[in-house]
């Protein structure tokens, strides 16, 4: 799984006019991780922490709020052990 994987045309009002990734994206991608890490019946408390950041900007991530970079996004999967091909 990459980011690119959740790649729309849509555009984002934060986004729009800089070639940057859609807000479709955005929340698609924010909505993936939410969904597995609550299949994995993990808290935000607990991933956030895994992750050296705070339970809002995790919440942020997933609910599309702020913008997920690759970067971001591999590190949540590596947490969520979630394949990175």
């Known amino acids: 799984m ?3 994987d959740f790649n729309f045309t849509a555009t984002c009002s934060r986004c729009n006019g800089s070639g940057k990734v859609s807000e479709t994206f955005h929340r698609s991608a ?11 019946k993990l ?5 956030s922490e895994s992750l050296g950041w705070s339970i809002g900007y995790l919440s942020d991530l ?6 997920w970079s690759d ?6 999967l590596k947490v969520l052990g979630a394949s990175q091909q």
């Open 30 to 40: 924010g909505a993936w991780v939410k969904g597995m890490r609550k299949e994995q």
């Open 62 to 67: 997933e609910n599309g709020r702020k913008n």
């Open 2 to 4: 990459k980011l690119s």
């Open 43 to 47: 808290t935000l408390k607990v991933v």
């Open 71 to 76: 970067e971001r996004f591999a590190k949540v």
